[in-house]
């Protein structure tokens, strides 16, 4: 077997009924992964198990709120009791809000969106956590943002959300080692999601001219952020742990990264 393949291995990924989480699902499931994708949407999972199935792979669906802690320890359960383990927790679910002042952020959305991305997180780490340390060994890839790095303008709780991820991650891949358990977090940046490309904010990747855009001065697909999961879930990387691993594009026009 390949290093670079999970065979027979279980994965977890939350948020897997769209965007970044199906890629990884269908990445994963290629790779020889057994994926449990989870959701809020039972009709986008279904749809997302049955396409990872009619390409010849292993899926199952469980429907779970990860701001629900009985939902996630029974998402967790429900996996042990099919497959007998839980080997890759990726804790993808997660999202954003409308652009604003920093000094007009609702008390309310701020704990609607610290409560997502960073408590949901810290919920579904603890349950894979502590099954992980009864199995002796596991594996936790947390998708973060680089805005959890750098900012995001406009968007003070979602950044702010993505740093305590960082924290997160580092702290529990420090206290976790002992246990055999990997700890990453992945940083996209501006990603080209199917959501992305309905509101029309994808660059073109021609320019004015018609000219071919370099590819890499245009946002990375979420194919891009799946094949980095699946490189953390795999052997390959077994000696890397705590890390916080960027992927994202240059803008050359505006000499910054996103």
């Known amino acids: 077997m390949s290093r670079f393949d999970i065979k027979d291995k279980v994965a977890i990924i939350t948020g897997g009924a769209g965007g970044i989480g199906t890629c990884i699902a269908q ?5 020889g992964g057994k994926v449990v994708v989870a959701s809020r949407n039972q009709e986008n999972l279904d749809k997302v198990v049955a396409n990872i199935k009619d390409a010849g792979g292993e899926a199952m669906s469980v429907v779970a709120d990860i701001t629900k802690p009985d939902q996630v320890d029974n998402l967790i359960a429900t996996t042990v009791e099919k497959y007998g383990v839980l080997d890759i927790m990726v804790n993808n679910a997660g999202g954003g ?4 002042k920093a000094e007009d952020t609702p008390y309310d959305e701020w704990v609607r969106l610290i409560d997502f ?8 780490c603890m349950a894979a956590g502590n099954q992980m340390i009864k199995q002796g060994n596991g594996n936790i890839i947390n ?5 959890g790095t750098k900012g995001n303008p406009g968007m003070l709780h979602y950044s702010a959300a993505k740093a305590g991820v960082n924290s997160l991650t580092n702290n529990l891949a420090f206290m ?3 246990h055999n358990i990997r700890v990453n977090c992945i940083l996209p940046g501006f990603v080209a999601t199917p959501l992305m490309r309905q509101y029309n904010v994808v660059p073109p990747d021609v320019d004015k001219n018609g000219n071919p855009v370099p590819r890499l001065s245009l946002p990375p697909e979420p194919e891009e952020v799946a094949h980095l999961a699946l490189f953390l879930a795999a052997d390959a990387s077994e000696g890397i742990t705590g890390e916080q691993i960027p992927i994202r594009r240059w803008q050359k026009s505006e000499r910054h990264w996103v």
């Open 27 to 31: 990445e994963y499931a290629k790779a």
């Open 97 to 100: 809000s409308r652009m604003q």
């Open 117 to 124: 991305n960073l408590t949901g997180t810290f919920v579904c």
């Open 143 to 147: 998708i973060s943002s680089i805005a």
């Open 176 to 178: 976790w080692s002992g």
